[in-house]
């Protein structure tokens, strides 16, 4: 193996080896999806306000530790044009992170 080489995968091993052997971390998730529409003049800002306020709705029931949509399960966010709006609803199950103790 060339030097170069060899520092390049000592290197990627470093960084690998952590994340490997850590502990093991799980998501706990609620069992029923919370729900939310918002209607805007353009898709995009709907389905983005739609996340945004699925996050706000389940901070405001169960806590800031639930509301983060990138980790939350059954995901989905459908749009639909209604007149010159539109109309779009996301729909997840919070989860939180929870760390091994």
Avoid: D, E
Avoid at 10 to 31: E, G, Q
């Amino acid at each position: 193996m060339k030097p170069a080489t060899f520092v390049l995968a000592a290197a990627v091993a470093a960084f690998a080896l952590p994340s490997m052997t850590t502990t093991a971390s799980a998501y706990v998730c609620h069992s029923v999806n919370t729900s939310v529409k918002v209607h805007k003049p353009t898709r995009f800002k709907a389905r983005i306000q739609a996340r945004k306020s699925w996050s706000y709705k389940v901070r405001q029931n169960h806590g800031l530790a639930w509301s983060v949509w990138k980790i939350a399960k059954t995901k989905s966010t459908k749009c639909t044009k209604a007149g010159q709006r539109w109309v779009c609803k996301a729909s997840a199950k919070p989860c939180k992170y929870v760390p091994a103790s």
